[in-house]
């Protein structure tokens, strides 16, 4: 069992840059690929970035590369989600989430991972 808890979102104005953090319960932390997810309100969740057991690995998606940063410390159970040159786009309550995954593997799909955090709001003003 792996608990999620995320944490660093707020209001920012459009440019304006936040790091979201996830910090994970448990001791098999390095065991799992972690991933970002966002949803803004009427829209699907979908996939923003991932990152594999070790953090040799990441991937994002288009609307987000370049402007955002995944990474992990496994030392302290946490991942991060580094989010500069942010857009009113950008607005949507962030996931972090955990699957089991060796190697160089992450998941882009929701159903792919197993635990999910409660989520915290980003809202980036025009």
């Known amino acids: 069992q792996v608990q999620l808890v995320e944490s660093g979102g707020g209001l920012v104005q459009a440019g304006g840059s936040l790091r979201l953090s996830c910090a994970a319960s448990g001791r098999t932390f390095s065991s799992y690929a972690m991933g970002w997810f966002r949803q803004a309100p009427g829209k699907e969740r979908e996939f923003v970035a991932a990152?594999?057991?070790?953090?040799?690995?990441?991937d994002y998606a288009d609307s987000v590369k370049g402007r955002f940063t995944i990474s992990r410390d496994n030392a302290k159970n946490t991942v991060y989600l580094q989010m500069n040159s942010l857009k009113p786009e950008d607005t949507a309550v962030y996931y972090c989430a955990a699957g089991r995954a060796g190697g160089s593997t992450y998941y882009y799909t929701s159903r792919q991972y197993d635990y999910w955090g409660q989520g915290t709001q980003v809202t980036v003003s025009s």
């Open positions: 990152i594999n057991w070790s953090g040799t690995s990441t």
